[in-house]
C-alpha cells in the first residue's frame, strides 16, 4: 500500500459510513493530478517519495480534510465523534452476549409453556432493543458533557502541525498483524494435542477425604474416583473440528508469508468463520458434550447430595452453551467485519481503475 492509500484511510476514518468511497476517489484523484503536476515542475519522478510526502503535507491532515467533507457535529464533536464511534461498536458486541447470557439462564431458570413461548421471545427482543438503546445513549450523553464541559476534549486545532512524513509509521490496513496469528497458532495446537491426546485430563473426580475438582488436572494417586467431562457426542465432532483446525492453521501460516491482507483471504478468512459458526450451532443443537450426569456422579460416590449433583451439571451444560454461543458470536463478527472490509476495498480499487 503506497502513501496515497494510507493517507486516503486516514482521511476515511474520520468519514460516514454513507459517501465515504465517493469521497476517497475525489481525492485520490485531486491528489494524482498534484503529484503529477509538482513532478513536472521539479523534474522529479511521480513516484518519489519526499515529493509525494510534500504534496500530502500541503494538502493538510486528514483529520481537517474530513471535516471539510463531513461538516460540524452537533452533539459531539469531529474530535471527539471517531472515538465514540469505536466506543460503540466494543461496547455494543458486550452487551449483547450479556443480555443473551442473561437470556439463556432465565429460560433455563423458568418452566416456560410453549403457548407462552412467543410472549417470552417477544420479551427477550425487546430487552435487547432497549438495552441496545441505552447503551448508545449513555454513552452518547458521556462524549456530549465531554464535548461541552472539558476544554481538552473540544474540537480546536493542534498546537503542532501535521507532517506528512507521520504516515510512514501507520501500519496500513491490509497489513497483517504477525503476534495475533502466532498466538492463534499456538491456542490452536494447545487445543488440538489436549483434545486428540490428552481428554482425559479434563475431568471431574474427588479425593478420599471428601474433597473435589472440576477442570484439568493430571492423574495423581490417591484419587477415590474420577471421569473424563467430555461426551462420546464430543468426540463425533473431533474429526470436524481438527479439519476446521488444520486449515485454520495453514491460513494462518500463508498468511503470516503473505504479510498482507488480499481479496482472497478475506473471502477465506469469511469461509472459514462460516463453518466455524456452523459447526458450533450444530453442537450447540446437539446432544450435551458433558459426559456425565447427577446420577452418574451420585452412583460413583460422589461426595454432594443429588441436588447438589445436579446444579453443578447443570452449570456445567450451561458453560458450554455459552462457550458454544460467544465462538458464534465473535465468528460471525470476525466474519462481518471481514466482508466489510472487502467492499471497503473494492470500491476504491473501483474508483482507481475508473
Known amino acids: 500500500m503506497n502513501l496515497i492509500d494510507i493517507y486516503l484511510s486516514e482521511v476515511g476514518r474520520y468519514l460516514p459510513w454513507k459517501g465515504r468511497a465517493d469521497i476517497q476517489a475525489e481525492l485520490r484523484s ?15 519522478a511521480a513516484d518519489d517519495e519526499d515529493l509525494i510526502l510534500q504534496v500530502l503535507e500541503e494538502y493538510g491532515e486528514p483529520e481537517k480534510v474530513a471535516r471539510s467533507y463531513r461538516g460540524e457535529q452537533y452533539l459531539i464533536g469531529p474530535r471527539l465523534y471517531p472515538v465514540f464511534e469505536k466506543v460503540v461498536f466494543i461496547a455494543l458486541p458486550i452487551m449483547l452476549v450479556l443480555s443473551v447470557i442473561g437470556a439463556v439462564i432465565s429460560l433455563n431458570s423458568l418452566q416456560v409453556e410453549v403457548r407462552n413461548l412467543p410472549a417470552v421471545i417477544g420479551a427477550v427482543v425487546g430487552n435487547l432493543i432497549s438495552a441496545v438503546i441505552t447503551t448508545v445513549g449513555g454513552i452518547a450523553v458521556i462524549f456530549a458533557l465531554l464535548e461541552r464541559f472539558v476544554p481538552e476534549f473540544k474540537s480546536k486545532p493542534k498546537e503542532k502541525p501535521w507532517e506528512a512524513r507521520s504516515l510512514l509509521k501507520i501500519s496500513p490496513p491490509d497489513r497483517v498483524k504477525p503476534a495475533e496469528l502466532i498466538v492463534e497458532i499456538l491456542l490452536i495446537v494447545v487445543g488440538l494435542v489436549v483434545f486428540n491426546f490428552f481428554p482425559h485430563l479434563i475431568n471431574i473426580g474427588y479425593y478420599d477425604n471428601g474433597s473435589w475438582w472440576i477442570g484439568v488436572i493430571a492423574v495423581n494417586a490417591g484419587h477415590a474416583w474420577e471421569r473424563s467431562l467430555l461426551s462420546e457426542a464430543f468426540f463425533r465432532y473431533l474429526p470436524y473440528l481438527n479439519l476446521l483446525w488444520g486449515a485454520a492453521i495453514v491460513f494462518d501460516i500463508v498468511l503470516l508469508r503473505r504479510g498482507r491482507w488480499e481479496v482472497w483471504s478475506r ?87 475508473a
Open 30 to 44: 485531486t491528489l494524482e493530478d498534484l503529484i503529477e503536476e509538482r513532478a513536472r515542475q521539479s523534474g522529479k
Open 267 to 353: 473471502w477465506s478468512q469469511i469461509g472459514l468463520k462460516a463453518l466455524g459458526i456452523v459447526l458450533a450451532a450444530v453442537m450447540l443443537a446437539g446432544p450435551s458434550l458433558i459426559g456425565v450426569t447427577a446420577e452418574s456422579l451420585r452412583a460413583a460416590g460422589f461426595p454432594a447430595d443429588e441436588e447438589a449433583a445436579r446444579s453443578l451439571v447443570m452449570i456445567m451444560n450451561q458453560g458450554v452453551r455459552l462457550a458454544l454461543i460467544l465462538v458464534i458470536l465473535f465468528n460471525g463478527l470476525d466474519a462481518v467485519q471481514a466482508f466489510v472490509r472487502l467492499l471497503r476495498d473494492r470500491k476504491p480499487a473501483a474508483a482507481a481503475r
